[in-house]
């Protein structure tokens, strides 16, 4: 939140130093991973990170087909996860790659502005 905060603020090398810091995903607790990983996805998208984006790709395939939710309980439900799915894969130079085996659904669509304009 902080760095895609920063960033709306037009901080982006501060941002950047930020992104660069956080923890590995897998180092954080198991039931915060889904929610991880999609945040990273639309991280690396912003930041243009396509080793990242690879990795959460991987990391979120094999749940394409469930929901991104978050906080104790569910507090906040964020959408597919083949939205995320599909930004890691445009990141990666691969849109094609959005086509989830599981359920032959194409998970990119338009990618929402990042920051409301001032």
């Known amino acids: 939140m902080i760095t895609v905060t920063a960033e709306c603020l037009r901080r982006r090398d501060e941002a950047h130093r930020i992104y660069q810091a956080m923890p590995p995903v897998d180092e954080l607790p198991p039931f915060v991973h889904l929610s ?34 978050g906080g104790a309980g569910v507090i906040m439900i964020r959408g597919s996860v083949r939205y995320p799915l599909g930004v890691a894969a445009a990141t990666m130079g691969r849109p094609w ?3 989830t085996t599981r359920s032959g659904t194409y998970a990119l669509r338009p990618r929402p502005r990042r920051c409301p304009s001032r």
């Open 97 to 99: 790659a959005a086509w």
């Open 36 to 69: 991880a990983y999609a945040s990273m996805a639309e991280l690396a998208a912003a930041f243009d990170d396509r080793e990242t984006a690879a990795q959460m790709y991987r990391l979120l395939l094999p749940h394409a087909d469930l929901f991104v939710c």
